[in-house]
């Protein structure tokens, strides 16, 4: 072998071991994190786009709870207030929740299957840079000419179609796009978990996490053509001269709600199944203890997604459905309480007579399955029809989903984030600013959200940007406590960029009770990790994580 030959390869071998190599200074850097198509980097991207967008979206929640704070116009003209309400929910569906399981599942998934990189690295490059266009394109209606859009995140027929202001155009492209970046992104988790596993992992010896996210990823295919085509219809109303939705031209504004929900149900499902998996790794290796009926769990994701499929008129109870669909859409919603039942009994198996400890990621867990079970109960709730009529368009509805979406993906995330940081950085985050940080969000996100079923049950509609005088003291203590929970999140930032800066140097461990394949490498992870894949010994029964 030549001289020059030897060379290159040391130069190859020296990029590949110590990280990227797109030269010095500004230009250096800006090209690392556009052209990069390293699973670490991009999960990076998704994770800090997410972040971002969790604080606009939060400044709108803000702003809608202090137009709340006292009855009466005070600070927002109700046009604008609408246009909040609308917003603040799409970004924090598309832009917070989705985004951020993404990027745990671009950093986790190779390292958890002893995988070197994502299968499709340049797909991956790709489904993430469509994202900020996106969120550009659905934010920029706020300084357009006329309202952003103002009909409520669900953006039902005939308000988005012949009532929408021009704005609403912009908003069916963002989405479009969205809906293709996370095509793109199933379709590169699929492949990855699929073939490259480490030789040894079968399917039911990955993490739970990994099952998660494969589940997650055929549910993203399935669904979110089915927005696409309802927003397409939308667009074709508006412009084209169809009736889709359009009752005087023989159209019916139902469907709509038909087929939204028909991708709304099992996106619902889309932004908390990675949650499970998240709690499926934390909750063991603070318990010290394998994971309770790993099967069990497996099958149980499984079920909730295939029937994630059939209940998705329970949204719809009083539209005026005949009363056999009422009464299947009743039984099929109580029934997918089962298998998130058996998930919530095996945690707390999993807890009990284990050696607990309390670190900030198991705080975070244990409020998610304590905080999530009272959102499921809510949910049961709202199954039953007859009962659905009272609570329908009230605030028991905002408490409930906000119960569902908050403690259990918001605070899966943030649990994930603790959990893996050190592993990402090399270095430990301050213990003492997560826990400030927890007990903060956990106690004033039950001050904000809880009276708002007491609210819904006394009859207070949503979305409206004034009430009677008789809800007034509900709607100031969760005002109160809506600006705790959000400046409380600050708290967070803060110690990521602590940790990211002055952070304790981790060890390749971090966790005592951890076990799994990304806890075999040093901390940080390296910028290739398993180039050589772990061999794991297929005759071991995984009943926590795989023997290695």
Known sequence: MSEQNTAAIGTEEDHHHHGPDNGKGLMGYVKRWVFTTNHKDIGTLYLWTSCIMFFIAGTMALLIRTELFQPGERLLDPDFFNQMTTLHGLIMVFGVVMPAFVGLANWQIPLMIGAPDMALPRLNNWSFWILPFAFILLISTLFLPGPAPNFGWTFYAPLSTSYGPP????????????????????INVIATILNMRAPGMGLMQMPVFIWSWLITAFL??????????????????????????????????????????????????????????????????????????????????????????????????????????????????????????????????????????????????????????????????????????????????VAHFHYVLVPGSIFALITGVYYWLPKWTGRMYSEALGKWHFWLSAISLNITFFPMHFLGLAGMPRRIPDYALQFTDFNVIATLGAFVFGFSQLIFLVNIIWTIRKG?????????????????????????????????????????????
């Open 167 to 186: 704005s609403t155009d912009y908003m069916i492209f963002a989405i479009h796009l969205l809906g293709i970046s996370s095509i793109l992104g199933a």
């Open 220 to 397: 993203l295919l399935s669904i979110m053509p089915v927005l696409a085509g309802a927003v397409t219809m939308m667009l074709t109303d508006r412009h084209f001269g169809t009736s889709f939705f359009e009752a005087a031209g023989g159209g019916d504004p139902v469907l709509f709600q038909h087929v939204f929900w028909f991708f709304g149900h099992p996106e619902v499902y889309v932004l908390i199944l990675p949650a499970f998996g998240v709690m499926s790794e934390v909750i063991p290796t603070f318990s010290r203890k394998p994971l309770f009926g790993y099967s069990f769990m497996v099958w149980a994701i499984i079920s909730i997604a295939l029937l994630s499929f059939i209940v998705w008129a329970h949204h719809m109870f009083t539209v005026g459905m005949p009363v056999a669909a009422q009464l299947f859409f009743m039984y099929t919603t109580m029934l997918i309480a089962v298998p998130t039942g058996i998930k919530v009994f095996n945690w707390v198996s999993t807890m009990y007579k284990g050696a607990l400890t309390f670190e900030t990621p198991m705080l975070f867990a244990v409020a998610f399955v304590f905080l999530f079970t009272i959102g499921g109960f809510s949910g049961l709730m709202l199954a039953i029809t007859p009962a659905d009529y009272q609570y329908q368009d009230t605030y028991f509805v």
């Open 504 to 548: 304790k140097p981790a060890t390749g461990q971090v966790w005592e009770g951890a076990h799994g394949l990304e806890w075999q490498l040093p901390s940080p992870a390296p910028y290739h990790s398993w180039e050589k894949p772990p061999n794991i010994l297929p005759h071991h029964p995984r009943e926590n994580e795989p023997s290695y």
